[in-house]
Nanobody, 112 residues
């Protein structure tokens, strides 16, 4: 059974940083393409970033390029999203996805 548990969200000031984690179980993250997506208040799901299996090629939404970094620790079976230079418009619930499953999400609030 695929299980995904996000953590690391919180309240941060504009310009600050956060690192989100997604602990996976039931599969090996090294063999899966994994996504970060987010949902801002009153809006639909927005894709943020993907890391592909194998070599770990990464891609980013324009809104995340240059500020966010997706990575994984295969030994810990954990996916990460390092978010720097955060803006108010990054406020959202962030979810990780794999194999058609999504975790419960972690809230990120960027506010002064």
């Amino acid at each position: 059974e695929v299980q995904l548990v996000e953590s690391g969200g919180g309240l941060v000031q504009p310009g600050g940083s956060l690192r989100l984690s997604c602990a996976a179980s039931g599969f090996s993250i090294s063999r899966a393409a994994m996504n970060w997506v987010r949902q801002a208040p009153g809006k639909g799901l927005e894709w943020v970033s993907t890391i592909f299996s194998g070599g770990g090629t990464t891609i980013y939404a324009d809104s995340a390029k240059g500020r966010f970094t997706i990575s994984r620790d295969n030994a810990k079976n954990t996916l990460y999203l390092q978010m720097n230079s955060l803006k108010s418009e990054d406020t959202a619930v962030y979810y990780c996805e794999a194999w058609g499953e999504r975790g419960q999400g972690t809230q990120v609030t960027v506010s002064s």
